[in-house]
Every structure is written in C-alpha cells, then in structure tokens.
C-alpha cells in the first residue's frame, strides 16, 4: 500500500511541474508574439499616440 502512496504522490509531483513548463511555454510564446507586434507596429501606434496627444 505504501508503494502505491508514493507512486501516486510522484505522479501529482510530476504533474505540477509538468504544469508549469506549460504556463511558462505560454508565456514565453506570448511575449514573442507582442515584441513581434511592436515590431511591425510600432511607429503606427507612435503617430497614432503621437496624433492623440496633439490633439489634447
């Protein structure tokens, strides 16, 4: 019975971990995404504040 207590505690151990690689992937994937945006967008959205604020 033992044995199975602690291959079933490993498992869950294996589990959280496994867990947060993924939210870490996920997060890695959307900073990439956003610098890339910012990229490509980026003086776009500078004269559009640009124009905001001269506005104002």
Known sequence: MA???SFLA???QDEEG???AEYA???ALIAIVAII???FLGNQV???LSTVG???
């Open 10 to 12: 490993s498992i869950r």
């Open 25 to 27: 992937l996920i997060l």
């Open 37 to 39: 945006a910012l990229i």
């Open 46 to 48: 500078s004269q559009i």
């Open 54 to 56: 001269n506005s104002i």
């Open 3 to 5: 044995l199975i207590t």
């Open 18 to 20: 496994q867990g947060l």
